[in-house]
């Protein structure tokens, strides 16, 4: 069956500009998580979402970053202005219970 | 804080050989979660460890878990070249699904 998946996969944006990055979890998922990634760095958790509810944002880094998930499936990261460090890939995972499966991510480059 | 310690984090095998990946983690948990990142890719989940003791086996690797000492370990058996990757461990925080992840254990595993 069809895994997570993201889009765009490479995004490059200058300096200043509003992202959206897509996230397409396995159907029936109640759970949706958002991830950041730097290089050679783990994971670093974002954001939490089930069904359509945001139940925990606390990793969000600043105001800049906002996710929404309005009919509890698809998901939406927003990046406004964006800032050098925000460069990274960012990945979402969905879950059913306990296990999150990952999708392939999508790596953003501001310049 | 959640804090999420990784030992080694380099690891250069020889085939055939045996290793232990050693995962310290500092507030309880009585869950962790092993996954496997190739390089460019998403992760791929290896083990889902419930409670304490458990110990769970597929091919080459097996992982335990010791809730008490807050440890869990990856055994690395017959080490073959395609378990190069880079691995982490991630026990949830209090919260039971915000993953917190390790640095990461980068394996290279030389014929």
């Known amino acids: 069956g069809a895994g997570v998946s993201q889009s765009p996969r490479y995004k490059v944006a200058k300096r200043g500009q509003d992202v959206a990055l897509r996230c397409d979890p396995i159907?029936?998922?109640?759970?949706l998580f958002w991830y950041q990634q730097a290089l050679g760095q783990g994971p670093e958790f974002l954001t939490y979402?089930?069904?359509?509810?945001?139940?925990?944002k606390s990793g969000l880094p600043s105001d800049r970053f906002f996710a929404e998930r309005p009919e509890g499936s698809v998901s939406t990261l927003k990046i406004q202005r964006t800032q050098q460090e925000d460069s990274a890939v960012y990945l979402c995972?969905?879950?059913?219970?306990?296990?999150?499966?990952f999708g392939p991510g999508t790596r953003l480059t501001v310049t | 804080e959640l804090k999420v310690e990784q030992n080694p984090l380099f690891l250069s095998m020889q085939e055939g050989k045996n290793y232990t990946i050693y995962c310290n983690y500092s507030?309880?948990?009585?869950?962790l979660y092993w996954y496997r990142q190739d390089p460019g890719k998403s992760l791929e989940s290896l083990f889902v460890?419930?409670?304490?003791?458990a110990v769970k086996q597929e091919g080459r690797l097996m992982a335990s878990l010791d809730t008490k000492a807050r440890l869990s370990t990856l055994h690395i058996t017959a080490a073959v070249h395609d378990l190069s990757a880079t691995y982490f461990c991630?026990?949830?925080?209090?919260?039971?699904?915000?993953?917190?992840f390790g640095k990461g254990t980068l394996l290279t595993v030389n014929p």
């Open positions: 991630a026990p949830p925080g209090g919260s039971n699904y915000k993953l917190t």
């Open positions: 995972a969905s879950s059913l219970r306990l296990e999150q499966y």
């Open positions: 159907s029936g998922h109640v759970s």
């Open positions: 507030t309880t948990s009585d869950r």
């Open positions: 460890l419930l409670s304490n003791g």
């Open positions: 979402f089930q069904n359509e509810a945001q139940l925990d």
